[in-house]
């Protein structure tokens, strides 16, 4: 019989794909044409899609370098569940990627006017790349029965290990290359994204994974010390990521109005509650206090997960929306065009419209897909460790 | 390289009739249908060749009209980011859209500096002005109404906004052309930010004085 639990999240799940359907819908099919697309063309999609894409990277990443380079016990035997987790969470990411393009029937394009100087053209291969090797591994793995000591899980796991980086640098040069976006012009936004992975995947599997009945409570406890203490570092990283490109950013004069509009303009409480206080401070608290022994895992739990929304917001508002905002305020001829569009421009009334819009519920939604592949799969497929024999 | 075409806007000759931008409107635009002709609200957004006005801006009088359209980069960062290598050059140097490769990623309106894309997200009844005319949910542009330059056998045309210019405000033609190859020699005409690099082919001759906004 299905468990009640099992129940309460296929529904879940259920509700939640309807969400991104309606988003999807209302975003592709709007009754009033707007021609905003023109100022703010990178909507919330956008970094549905990049986030997705961000969460599944780290997840693998983390899951191999546990695997392979610490040799954790507990995380040889969960392997094969957390690169599932990836492979998951990577669905929404592309499900969002066909939503968002608006034109997907010439996606083909992709591959066969394949322009190599083009980021996104690379984004299109690596995503195939590392989808695919991700597949293959999990493949040789149930094959297997989860034996990771397999030269060719070996091989395929470098494989996912360097495709999934070299995807999340290339999709922070898809906003890196862009001269014409101040805010964004530099390799920070590779290294950024990159960090953002490894801080975002330790923190998912901290907050979604439980310890299977058959993995010793010890080797379990080391594994979450090991995300723990991963996710403690990456998190200074970052914040020193951020404050770098912030600083880097101000010192540039063309971007110093950015900086001034993410720490004390309208855009500052995404910035100083999302990410300063969300996703920096209480995580590092709790990772810390955690790693002290001194509170406990569903503390952890909790924090994480607000660490989680809170580098979604980063990536939502401070990061992709300012960068936008900030051409329309430097870029004499964009400013022309926004204020035929929108009358007297102001980044709370833009904010507003990028925020309020269909595109937030597909995002949001597209957690329905994870959450359902997530659940039919620890249920039919052999991605959770075999039970310990009990009997004696 | 094949010879390439440049349009130049002198803004002492321009009167601000909008002439130009009503002839785009017509000929790129504008739909016939059984209930008459459609054009998409706010019409003059989706114009490919949009009046502005420059109140500040270095080198340029306070008020200075302006036309947002594509400057036809030589270097075009649209073209550099275009995924499906639907944005392209042609051999005459003009940067066109393949709406049967394009995907609407829109990173082609994220890297023009111009603010020379417009997306109209929308419905729209009919059937598009000219094989080459806006079409719902892609990057527009303007292409130097390549319609026209297909029909022509000799390899000269004449774009709409030029041809419906009273006051000759707008020359168009090729770099070796007489009129252009003076203007372009003489140094009076200016590229809009020249420091991206992107080599436009799109000149404005600037007003000798300041005329207020309007």
Known sequence: ?392 | MSRRVYMIIDMNSCTNCMACVVACLRENIARQTDQGVVLPRDSILYARTKPVYIDKWSGLPPGTPLFIQCQHCENAPCEAVCPTSATYRDDKGVVRLDTNKCVSCRACIIACPYGARSLYHGRLEGEPPNKYGLKPGFPDKCNFCAHRAEKSSSGRWVTACVEACAFNARIFGYEDDKQVREIIENGKAIKLFPTYGTKPKLLYIPPSRSRGGR
């Open chain 1, 1 to 392: 019989m299905v468990e009640a639990k099992t129940v309460a999240k296929l529904s879940l799940s259920i509700l939640l794909i309807v969400v991104m359907i309606i988003g999807v819908y209302e975003y592709r099919s709007p009754k009033e044409p707007s021609p905003e697309m023109a100022i703010l063309p990178w909507g919330p999609t956008v970094i549905g899609y990049i986030f997705f894409a961000l969460l599944s990277g780290g997840i693998a990443d983390s899951a191999i370098i546990h695997t392979y380079l610490e040799k954790n016990k507990a995380s040889r035997v969960l392997l094969g569940r957390s690169l599932y987790t990836a492979l998951a969470v990577l669905v929404p990411g592309i499900a969002l990627v066909f939503s968002d393009i608006l034109h997907p029937e010439n996606a083909a394009w992709f591959y066969r006017g394949f322009n190599p100087l083009s980021r996104i053209a690379w984004n299109a291969v690596l995503y195939l790349l590392y989808g695919g090797s991700l597949l293959l591994l999990l493949l040789v793995l149930a094959r297997s029965r989860g034996d990771v000591d397999k030269p060719l899980a070996k091989l395929l796991a470098l494989l996912v290990l360097a495709t999934s980086v070299t995807l999340e640098v290339n999709l922070g040069m898809a906003y890196g290359v862009n001269i014409a976006v101040p805010a964004w012009y530099g390799l920070y936004t590779g290294i950024l994204f990159v960090v953002a992975a490894f801080t975002l995947g330790s923190a998912w599997e901290l907050v979604t994974s439980r310890k299977p009945e058959s993995i010793d409570a010890e080797d379990y406890r080391k594994l979450a010390r090991s995300y723990t203490w991963e996710n403690f570092y990456s998190t200074i990283i970052l914040a020193l990521v951020v404050f770098w490109s912030l600083l880097a950013l101000y010192s540039w004069g063309l971007s110093a109005p950015l900086v001034v509009e993410i720490t004390r303009g309208s855009i500052s409480p995404y910035f100083w509650v999302s990410y300063i206080l969300l996703a920096l401070i209480i995580p590092l608290v709790s990772t810390t206090t955690y790693l002290l022994e001194k509170t406990s895992r569903n503390t952890l739990r909790i924090t994480l997960a607000l660490q989680v929304l809170g580098i979604a917001i980063l990536l939502l508002v401070p990061f992709n929306f300012a960068g936008q905002y900030l051409r329309i305020e430097q870029n004499p001829l964009y400013r022309q065009l926004a204020i035929r569009i929108e009358g007297e421009i102001t980044s709370s009334q833009l904010l507003n419209n990028y925020l309020y819009s269909p595109e937030i519920l597909a995002f949001i939604g597209a957690l329905g897909l994870w959450l359902l592949i997530q659940t039919i799969g620890e249920k039919q497929l052999p991605i959770q460790p075999p039970r310990r024999n009990t009997r004696t």
